[in-house]
Structures are given as structure tokens and as C-alpha cells.
């Protein structure tokens, strides 16, 4: 996928499909939340993606992330998680 910012959010590119998130900050995280789908330029339900979203956090000097895409009526696509260092860290 490609990230790319947006209108007050953020775009995720996965070939045709275009997810939109705005991102809220929490105490402790940034919180990735679904405003919007499309196809090309065709708008899609939002509600067929309810299953995506993601949270970032710093934990130890570490940037931690959790992500998980799924669509109505066949679950969860992919889930992922792990965190990154500072290169050189």
C-alpha cells in the first residue's frame, strides 16, 4: 500500500481501492478511524470496511503500530503489528 495525505486525512493506496482515515490523538496513541472508501473515483460504502483501522504509539523509544483490514460479509483480511527503531538505534 502507499500513504499519501489528504484533504484533513489521510489516503491509503491498495492499487484501485482508496481507503480514507482521519487520525485522532489519544493520551497514549494515534488512532487511525475510517471516514471513507473508493473504487477509482467511485465512492464505496464505509460500512463495508468497517474492519479497518490502526493505532500508533511510542512504547520504550520504539514506534509501535497495529493494523487491521476486513470487509463485511468475509472478515478480517490482514492483521499486522510490530514496532520500528530509529535507524542506527
Do not use: M, N, Q
Request: glycine share 14%.
Amino acid at each position: 500500500s502507499v500513504i499519501r495525505p489528504g484533504r484533513d486525512a489521510l489516503e491509503e493506496h491498495f492499487g484501485p481501492i482508496v481507503l480514507i482515515f482521519g487520525l485522532t490523538a489519544e493520551p497514549d496513541r494515534i488512532v487511525w478511524r475510517l471516514k471513507g472508501a473508493r473504487l477509482l473515483f467511485l465512492p464505496l460504502p464505509s460500512a463495508l470496511f468497517a474492519g479497518c483501522g490502526a493505532f500508533e504509539t511510542i512504547v520504550d523509544g520504539r514506534y509501535h503500530f497495529d493494523a487491521r483490514a476486513g470487509i463485511a460479509g468475509i472478515g478480517l483480511l490482514v492483521h499486522y503489528k510490530g514496532w520500528l527503531t530509529e535507524h542506527g538505534r
